[in-house]
Structures are given as C-alpha cells and as structure tokens.
C-alpha cells in the first residue's frame, strides 16, 4: 500500500515555475512507476509525466516537454513535477499517482492516488 499527498501548487503569472511534490508512505515505494496526472474543469484526466521505479527513465506528454521534470527521491519517497514557462493551458488539478509501468499513460494503469492540488496560471 502506498498513500500520496501532493502540495506545491497555487496560482502563478504565466511564464512563471512551479515546484509541486508528492510526499509518499508505504515502504514499497521504490517498487512502482510514479506519474503525474492533470485534470481540468469539464476534461478529463490527462497524463503529464512519469518516472520508472528506479528513476532512470522519464516520459512526458507533447505539451510539456522542455518546460516540466519529473524526479523521485526513493530514500525521501518523494517524487516532484517542476513546472517552468507555465501557460494558461497548464491551469488544472495536478494528481500524483503510481502504478506498474512508467510507459502506461492511461489513468485506470495506476493504482495509487493523491487528492490533487490546485494550479492554475492567469495570462
């Protein structure tokens, strides 16, 4: 079992950064994929990034590539979405979750979730 609590959100200037942090329990951390969800008001949930288990490998949706970095610190059990050039389109309910695989971009392929935090980018 593994609980995830995220913070770091808020409202940020467009092209401003955010730091958002997923704080993890469960000493079987270093054992799953860890992902970023977003979700928009009337959207649905969309994947952002992921991390393998061991961090090695990293995988971004289109639009976030060059601005977001996702990394995990496994004796922390944390993992982090730095978000930078921030854009309007960016503005939604940030989601950690983990799961199997760090390729899998579906929502139903991750087990573990966050209650979310709030970002949202004003122009």
């Known amino acids: 079992q593994v609980q995830l609590v995220e913070s770091g959100g808020g409202l940020v200037q467009t092209g401003g950064s955010l730091l958002l942090s997923c704080a993890a329990s469960g000493r079987t951390f270093s054992s799953y994929a860890m992902a970023w969800f977003r979700q928009a008001p009337g959207k649905e949930r969309e994947f952002v990034a992921s991390?393998?288990?061991?961090?090695?490998?990293?995988y971004y949706v289109e639009s976030v590539k060059g601005r977001f970095t996702i990394s995990r610190d496994n004796t922390k059990t944390t993992v982090s979405l730095q978000m930078d050039s921030l854009k309007p389109e960016d503005t939604a309910v940030y989601y950690c979750a983990g799961g199997s695989f760090y390729f899998k971009t579906n929502p139903y392929d991750y087990t573990y979730w966050g209650q979310g935090t709030q970002v949202t980018v004003s122009s």
């Open positions: 991390i393998s288990a061991s961090g090695v490998r990293t």
